[in-house]
């Protein structure tokens, strides 16, 4: 499993290498777009519309814009400084709460973590410390350039960190628009609804669950080639140097007979014979 971070989560004086590795991955299908007429994969270039051109990664800059067209310049340096800052230090974990006090909305992202060289007794500390309290920690750490809220918790016999928003990233609700005040329902609706609900619950089963779409798209993508519905990108020809040369020649000829043809023609002087000799 690939290893996404290294650090120290500490609590207390204890200390704890580990190593960080995505705990989730992205299954959508990803589809690219063709040019409809020559079926040819559809390029986006990075373009100045000041400098109408394409600009390269090397003359890039990052930026903040605090207001319309207004913006704060940051070169690479100054971010890899704030970066090396946040590095440098431990995770640590500044709170045990319970896990049931965090509302879902909050939660993002989920890692799992494994001890490090020399990790594994301190490691399999907080495990069980966590495990036999019920408590989760919360600890702050950085991710992608991004200081992140986290909770460490224990999945199945694995800690995993599950970076959680900030409060000030979470929208408030009453911004929510239509939402009733009271609600409405007479009792005898409402003894229906929780009979219905009593009569769908459940143990939730993960494996339960599948993404009907997903599934029914691979499924399209492998009939069509099956079928042999299939198209080929058609590669753009490469110039040929003979060609362009020829072609530069022919250019170069036909702009020398047109600057021929436009030429005015020079008037040359009418020669007068020779005058005779009289003799005298």
Known sequence: MHTMWKGTISFGLVNIPVK????????????????????TPIKYERVCPNCDREVE???????????KN?????????????????????????????????????????????????????????????????KIGVAKMMIRSKEQLA???????????????YPDEVRDVKDVPN?????NADEKELDTAKMLIDQLSATFDPEKYKDEYRTALLELIEEKKDQDEVTTAQEKPK????????????????RAQDD???????????????????AK
Do not use: W
């Open 20 to 39: 960080m590795h995505a705990a989730t991955e992205n299954k959508d299908v990803k589809l690219r777009n063709l040019h409809k007429e020559c079926e």
């Open 57 to 67: 990664n090397d003359e890039v800059v990052k930026a903040y814009e605090y207001a």
């Open 70 to 134: 207004k913006f704060v310049v940051l070169d690479d340096e100054e971010l890899e400084n704030l970066k090396k800052e946040q590095k440098d230090k431990a995770v640590e974990i500044m709170d045990f709460v319970e896990l049931d006090e965090i509302d879902p909305i909050y939660f993002e992202k989920s890692y799992y973590l494994s001890p490090d060289e020399g990790g594994a007794k301190s490691y399999g500390l907080l495990r069980s410390a966590l495990k036999d309290t019920g």
């Open 151 to 165: 909770v460490i918790r224990i999945y199945e016999n694995t800690l995993v960190a599950e970076t959680i928003h």
């Open 179 to 183: 939402v009733p005040e009271a609600d």
């Open 239 to 254: 110039p040929d140097n003979v060609t362009n040369l020829m072609d530069a020649l022919q250019k170069s000829l036909d």
């Open 260 to 278: 021929k043809k436009t030429k005015p023609k020079r008037k040359t002087a009418k020669k007068t014979a020779p005058k005779k000799k009289v």
